[in-house]
């Protein structure tokens, strides 16, 4: 998220032509559209950072993450589905936008959650 993010803000109009899905799908580049999505990447990366090293305390971090990028897949699939991207996009868009979307709201879970942080945290040792 932070490379994406970092490569939308410094080169909006390279990262719309070059990132590789067809963008043109969606219309013409807006550099301060690229640009602000940028700047959420990049902090949504940072979140995640952070998140994955205080596992104790990241849940309303990570939830908001996750708000996002699963926000984002469900917003595609619609345009999908009512004829504003071309079906392709199911395939196009599947590594960086429902994959992600899919895996952070699966740990979400609650019951998910729990089992994958627990076999990550430090136990703590008994005071003597």
Not at 44 to 56: D, E, H, I, P
Not at 75 to 83: A, P, T, W
Not at 108 to 126: C, D, F, G, N
Request: aromatic residues 12%; charged residues 10%.
């Amino acid at each position: 998220m932070v490379a994406n993010g970092l490569w939308m803000v410094f080169s909006a109009l390279p990262w719309f032509t070059h990132i590789p899905t067809d963008m043109a799908a969606t219309g013409n580049p807006n550099s301060h559209l690229i640009h602000d999505v940028g700047i959420a990447y990049i902090v949504f990366g940072v979140g995640l950072v952070w998140s994955a090293s205080n596992l104790g305390r990241c849940r309303p971090v990570y939830l908001g993450i996750m708000f996002f990028m699963t926000g984002h897949a469900i917003v595609h699939g619609v345009e999908i589905l009512i004829g504003q991207l071309p079906p392709s996009h199911w395939w196009i868009d599947f590594p960086l936008v429902f994959l992600p979307g899919i895996i952070l709201a699966v740990l979400a879970i609650p019951q998910v959650w729990r089992k994958a942080t627990s076999s990550l945290e430090t136990p703590q040792v008994p005071e003597i």
